[in-house]
C-alpha cells in the first residue's frame, strides 16, 4: 500500500494506514521553518493528538540534504527593520509547537537527516524517537549570528555528560550522529539508505514500544565520533562559569581542538557568548523543558531588539560580507548589565504553557 498524499506545499502531509508523516519541503532553502509552515504543523499535530485512526507521526524533510536548517531568519531580519511583531508571533508559535512535540501523548519520530540546525533542532530534539543517519549534520551555531541557541536546547545541553554542553552551545560545533546520540540531542542511528523503509516499518505502530522495536530493527552502531575522546580538555576549559575564564583555559590548553574552538570564540558575538552560557547554567536547575522555553523567549526579544542579532543577519544572509562588526567588540566590555537585561520579565507576552 502506498502513502496518501493529504496535502501538498511547504508542508506535505501524507498517510499511511495509522501513520501520518509531515515533510518539511522547501529544500531550496533547506527547510527553513516559516511561521506558516509552524501553524501549520501545530494545527496537524493538535488534530491528530485525539483521533484514535493515528497511531504516531513521522518528521522529516524533503530534498536529502536537511531536515530542516533552522528558522526563516531572514524574514525575522526584514520584520525587525520594518518594526513587523512577526518575531514575537514565530518565536512563541514555534516554541509552543516544540513543547506539543515534547509532550505528545502518540509516538513522534523525527528524522535528523543531512544538515538540522537551530529550529530544526527544537523540532526534532523534543521528539519521542530521534534518529541520526550517516548524513547527519547537526549543530546549534546561533552565536555566530549574533543569537544564542534557544528552542529549549539549553535543558537538553545542560544535561548532556560533562561539559560537553557548553562547548556545543558556544562554538556552535556541529556533530555526526555518534557525536548527536551521546549528547543527548538523538536516539538511534539508522543507514540513510534505508529511510525509505521508516513509513512502511511504522505504519501500524501503536506505542512508543513498537516504534522502537521497529527502529531497532534498522538501526545500525554509527561510526565513532570525536567528543567522547575530547571529554579530557572539554571538561577541563568549558566548566567554568565564566567566558573569560573558558577563553584563558582553551588559550593555555595543549589540545589543538582547543585551540580551534578558541578560534572560533574570538570571531563570534561576545554578548552572545556571555547570554548563552547564563542561559546554559540556568537551565541546568530547571524542571522543565517548558522554563527553558520560557526563558528563551526573552532573551530571543531582547535580541532582535538589540543589535548583534540584525548585524550578525546581515553579515551572513543580508550582505553576506561575513565581517559582522558587534557591539560591544571584547568581552570585557559585555557588562553584567548588557547580560541581565536578556533575562528580564517580557511582562504580557511572557509564554504560559498548560500542563
Known amino acids: 500500500m502506498s502513502e496518501t498524499v493529504l496535502q501538498d506545499g511547504d508542508v506535505m502531509v501524507r498517510s499511511l494506514r495509522s501513520l501520518r508523516r ?17 501553524v501549520t504543523m501545530t494545527a496537524l499535530l493538535r488534530g491528530w493528538a485525539d483521533d484514535p485512526a493515528v497511531g504516531a507521526i513521522l518528521l522529516d524533510g524533503a530534498g536529502g540534504r536537511a531536515f530542516a536548517a533552522g528558522g526563516d531568519i531572514r524574514a525575522l531580519y526584514d520584520a525587525a527593520k520594518s518594526g513587523d511583531p512577526l518575531p514575537e508571533r514565530f518565536w512563541a508559535t514555534e516554541y509552543h509547537l516544540n513543547i506539543l512535540i515534547a509532550r505528545y501523548r502518540k509516538p513522534v519520530i523525527a528524522v535528523m537527516d543531512g544538515v538540522v540546525m537551530g529550529g530544526g533542532v527544537g523540532l526534532s530534539a523534543h521528539a519521542s524517537h530521534r534518529v541520526v543517519t550517516d548524513r547527519s549534520s547537526v549543530a546549534m551555531p546561533e552565536v555566530g549570528i549574533g543569537f544564542f541557541p534557544d528552542v529549549g536546547v539549553s535543558f537538553l545541553l545542560a544535561r548532556a555528560p560533562g561539559s560537553i554542553g557548553g562547548h556545543l552551545a558556544l562554538t556552535g560545533d556541529r556533530i555526526g550522529a555518534a557525536d548527536a546520540i551521546y549528547s543527548g540531542l538523538a536516539d538511534i542511528h539508522i543507514p540513510a539508505a534505508r529511510l525509505g523503509e ?22 545500525i552502531s554509527p561510526s565513532p565520533g570525536r ?43 561576545p ?14 536547575a530547571f524542571k522543565r523543558v ?25 553579515a551572513t544572509i543580508v550582505d553576506k560580507d561575513r565581517n559582522p562588526v558587534w557591539q560591544p567588540q571584547r568581552l570585557a566590555d559585555v557588562t553584567p548589565e548588557i547580560v541581565d537585561r536578556h533575562f528580564w520579565s517580557v511582562g504580557a507576552l511572557e509564554l504560559k504553557f498548560s500542563d
Not at 520560557?294 to 546581515?314: P, W
Open 290 to 314: 517548558e522554563q527553558s522555553f520560557q526563558q528563551d523567549y526573552r532573551i530571543a526579544l531582547a535580541c532582535i531588539a538589540g543589535h548583534d542579532f540584525i548585524e550578525g543577519i546581515r
Open 227 to 269: 567528543l567522547p575522546a575530547a571529554r579530557s580538555w572539554i571538561d577541563r576549559c568549558y566548566s567554568a562559569n565564566d567566558v573569560e575564564v573558558i577563553f584563558d583555559r582553551l588559550r593555555d590548553c595543549d589540545a589543538e581542538a582547543a585551540h580551534a574552538a578558541l578560534g572560533v570564540l574570538g570571531k563570534v558575538s
Open 22 to 38: 509531515i515533510t518539511l519541503n522547501r529544500p531550496k532553502a533547506l527547510n527553513a521553518i516559516t511561521l506558516d509552515m509552524a
Open 271 to 284: 554578548t552572545s557568548l556571555k547570554i548563552t552560557l547564563r542561559n546554559l547554567r540556568s537551565a541546568a
Open 198 to 219: 521508516l513509513p512502511a516499518a511504522l505504519a501500524d505502530c501503536r506505542n512508543a514500544q513498537e516504534v522502537r522495536a521497529r527502529l531497532d530493527a534498522m538501526s
